[in-house]
Structure formats: C-alpha cells, structure tokens
Antibody, heavy 124, light 111 residues
C-alpha cells in the first residue's frame, strides 16, 4: 500500500518561498513506472496540477505554464521523498497543496495515491 | 473557468440514479485523451473513482460507471447511498496547455 506523507509550513510570507516535502512509503521515488506530482486546490482556481518529477534512466520534470518560472520539484532518493519549492509567492498562491502519485508517465495518466494535503496561507 | 466543464451540483434520492457530465474540447477529451474521476469528501484529499474512462479501481462498487464520447464524458451512479455525497471531479490532459487539467467539480447531494 502506497502512502504519501506531506510536511512543511502552513504560513508563508509574500515574496518568500513555499517549501513542502512528500515522503513516500510503499513505492520508490526512483520507480520506472510512476511519476510524482504536486497539485493544489483553492476556491478561485479549483484543482490545479503544478508539476511532476519522474525517473526513466534519468530524471525528468514537467511544470504547468502558469508557475513554470517560479517552481521546482526535486527528488530526494536517499530519503525516498520529493519536494516542492514555489518562489516569490503572493496571496494568490494560498491553497491546499497535495502530493500525488501517477502510474506511468504518458497516457492514461491519473493520480491513484494522494497525500493528506497541506493548507498553505500566504500572508504577512 | 475550468478547461473541463461540470455542472455545479446534482442531487437525487437514495436508490436513484444520477449522472455527472464533463464537457471538454478538441484539445483534451476530443483529442482522445482519457478521462478520470475523483470523489472528494470535505477536508480530505480526492480519491480515484474511475480511470481510463470506464475502469474502476479495486474497492469501487459497480454502482459507479463511466463513459466517454467525443468531447464529453459522464459518470453514472446508480442505487444512490448517503455515503456517495461529496464533490466529484473529472480530469484529463489538455494539449493546448501541456498540462493535466481538472473539471470545476460537481457537488452531489443525496436527498
């Protein structure tokens, strides 16, 4: 059974960096048959896929265009986890952030396991 | 405005049948990308309910069924039960955005 455990601060000041970690059990961040994603949910944006990291003989990343200049998703293989960093945050980045696993890297692509979610508020 | 359009709410009495629609475009559902469905209860993460248009993960009862045709998809729930309440989301890939996208969600109320 795959489990994803999220950690990180719930309050971030405007212009600073949002950092969250997702610890994986029951699978490997280096798996050749999974991809590791960050998704956020807010009343104004709904559910929004932010990006992913995955390993297929080398590491790959993909990010959604709306945050591409500010986002970084990185694997941590010794700790079997992956992280999200979102720079220069504004109140519009306030949301519940989820990490999620997807099987494969192409189509069909769906999220079969999710973390518990972290409410991140951007406020001074 | 979500890329995939869902009705904001649907309702039905226990035992009845309801359907939730998900309408896209030629950049997502119409391009042949699969649709997937999630169920979310308040304060919890979405849970995979249907994948690859019409496949149920282990543990999802056969009261739930999915279909897709052209730029639209639908989720049907028969024999409604109180525990079916919550928000339902469709998800697919959008080639114009190069991103995986979700519908705006449909709130199901069991009367």
């Amino acid at each position: 059974q795959v489990q994803l455990q999220q950690s990180g601060p719930g309050l971030v000041k405007p212009s600073q960096t949002l950092s969250l970690t997702c610890a994986i059990s029951g699978d490997s961040v280096s798996s050749n048959s999974a991809a590791w994603n960050w998704i956020r949910q807010s009343p104004s944006r709904g559910l929004e896929w932010l990006g992913r990291t995955y390993y297929r003989s080398k590491w790959y990343n993909d990010y959604t265009l709306s945050v591409k200049s500010r986002i970084s998703i990185n694997p941590d293989t010794p700790k079997n986890q992956f992280s999200l960093q979102l720079n220069s945050v504004t109140p519009d980045d306030t949301a519940v952030y989820y990490c999620a696993r997807a099987r494969g890297s192409g189509s069909p692509y769906y999220f079969d396991y999710w973390g518990q979610g972290t409410l991140v508020t951007v406020s001074s | 405005q979500s890329v995939l359009t869902q009705p904001p709410s649907v309702s039905g009495a226990p035992g009845q049948r309801v359907t939730i629609s998900c309408t896209g475009s030629r950049a997502n559902l119409g391009a042949g990308y699969d649709v997937h469905w999630y169920h979310q209860l308040p304060g919890t993460a979405p849970k995979l309910l249907m994948y690859g248009n019409s496949n149920r993960p282990s543990g999802v009862p056969d009261r739930f069924s999915g279909s897709k045709s052209g730029t639209s998809a639908s989720l049907a729930i028969t024999g409604l039960q109180p525990e079916d309440e919550g928000d339902y989301y469709c998800q697919s890939y959008d080639s114009s955005m190069s991103a995986w996208v979700f519908g705006g969600g449909t709130k199901l109320t069991v009367l």
